[in-house]
């Protein structure tokens, strides 16, 4: 079973604590960030299946920050479901104009809540989500996050698999350090550069069984790229 992974953006622990409760109880794994920048964090650890994004944030609104993560490449396809306390017809537009796939008006029932989490879910990920990616013997589902060498089953971190599907999506092209930044950890997270070496290393290290790990090349004063000619 594929457990959908949900990221719940709230200042308000109580309704975290409810929303949480709720949403386990329905075998969805959620992860927690009280405002923008807690959630750019997480996003960059792992790409959530949906954002449960609150109206009302500290520093930047929910409004604002969905618009922004609709204009980043990474996370333009992630359904978002607002929550918030407005309930006027004109704030649900709003709500929907800045990307939102849905709209919960608070107080809301933990039931609502799932029941909306599910139609969005069900009306499709980012196109292509059933594609396998491969390159020789190597294969990467990305219906169910499996990264496999022949019948091999191989084991990386969500960072390291963010990196080797974009890598699989885009062969043969060489990307700057801050070019991957930007296209597999987001423009919006502050990171150094040398942090993508680290991850290109355990990268390798995870392909190097199977000898795959000449497929992701360094290519000297430019960056990295993959690809199966040696």
């Excluded at 959620?30 to 959630?39: N, P």
């Excluded at 407005?86 to 107080?107: H, I, M």
């Excluded at 809540?113 to 069900?122: E, F």
């Amino acid at each position: 079973m594929n457990v959908k992974h949900i990221l719940l953006v709230e200042d308000e622990q109580p309704i975290r604590e409810m929303v949480v409760f709720a949403l386990t109880n329905a075998s969805y794994e959620v992860h927690e960030a009280a405002d923008a920048r807690q959630a750019q964090v997480c996003i960059a650890e792992r790409l959530p299946d949906l954002i449960l994004l609150d109206w009302m944030l500290p520093g930047i609104s929910g409004i604002d920050y969905a618009r922004r993560l609709k204009k980043d490449e990474l996370t333009r396809e992630l359904p978002i479901i607002m929550l918030t306390a407005r309930a006027e017809e004109e704030d649900k537009v709003q709500g929907l104009e800045s990307g939102a796939d849905d709209y919960v008006t608070k107080p809301f029932s933990p039931r609502e809540l799932v029941a909306r989490i599910r139609a969005v879910l069900r009306r499709g990920g980012p196109a292509g989500e059933d594609e396998i990616l491969r390159a020789n013997d190597l294969a990467l589902d990305l219906a169910s996050h499996r990264v496999s060498a022949g019948d091999a089953l191989l084991e990386m971190g969500p960072t390291e698999y963010r990196l080797l599907e974009f890598f699989m999506s885009h062969p043969e092209r060489v990307y700057s350090r801050g070019q991957l930044l930007d296209r597999v950890w987001g423009s919006n997270v502050y990171v150094e550069e040398r942090t993508v070496d680290v991850h290109i290393r355990r990268l390798r290290k995870a392909l190097e069984p199977h000898g795959f790990d000449a497929l992701i090349q360094t290519v000297r004063g430019a960056g990295y790229r993959f690809s199966t000619r040696v």
